[in-house]
């Protein structure tokens, strides 16, 4: 089968195309024929060796994908030939609390990823999907969709009426943007292009703000707020967004800490988060019951991923690149 490698040294020109033998289902495994997959920035970040420079190479990239079954194993019970799945990121991780044994089991890194023709899995670490969904808009959801869901609905406990702020147009914040409106939010987005700005609100997106021509984002969210500040904010930009974030957010507030893109380490005012009483949450994608559960929702208000681009398997390395430009708006995917 065709496979694309991180081989003996990180960086996008050692992401090249091999051959691999095909998998075999062993007891409790389930073959899957791949069709699509999609990006995530933490993707880029693996490859570029940003995320974790001791990852053992080589390492076949992507979480995020889905696939046919085509064969199972002895003892197989939750899936049959013929189903249509995507594989939960954390694999381990089935439902409950989060735990150091449950989330070691990540695809994409320390486990091969999902850019192979063909992936062997166990079926626990699976997940069945909406039917009224492309194959390319089913493989956008185990990562960014579930990182959305888990911040808002489990861990934030959204609330119809709140104001939830979030940061750009990539895929955890144009899925969280869905999910808000689904629940009755007022929704505030920030992006450095008015075009960007005006295709969120065509989504449903309340407010927009350009954090290039309006630098003090956070006073302008408070402004809109009537001066009391936001409710939650998914904060995705990291070290050069944090201290707007802590501005921007009520007293009682939910700050989700999701990512990274500006960098890991900042100073922070502890006094903003003692005396505001606010609650900051790390988020690492979720549980397969958190994947089942947003599914049932999604497919019972019939939600459509947005999908930026979609790639031909061959030039995955551009899809790469394009996630590097930072030119997209949602999701970005690679089709076999």
Sequence with gaps: MKAFEIQNKFGLESLTQVERLDPTAAPLHVVIKMKAVSLNYRDLLTVEGRYNPRLPLPLVPLSDGVGEVVSVGEGVARVKVGDRVAANFSQK????????????ASLGGPLDGMLSEFRALHEDGLVHLPSHLTDEEAATLPCAAVTAWNSLINLGGLRAGETVLLQGT??????????????????????????KLERAKALGADLGINYSTTPDWDKQAKLLTGGTGVDHVIEVGGAGTFANSLRAIKIGGHIALIGNLSGNATEVNLVLILMQNLRIQGVLVGSRDTFEAMNRAIALHQLRPVIDRVFPFDEARHAFEYMASGAHFGKICIKF
Excluded at 93 to 104: F, H, Q, T
Excluded at 170 to 195: C, H, M, N, Y
């Design 93 to 104: 991780w089935l439902g409950g609390e989060p735990a150091r044994s449950k989330l070691g």
């Design 170 to 195: 990539g895929g955890v914040s144009i899925f969280a943007l869905q999910f808000a409106k689904l629940s009755g939010a007022r929704v505030i987005i920030t992006s450095s292009s008015d075009e």
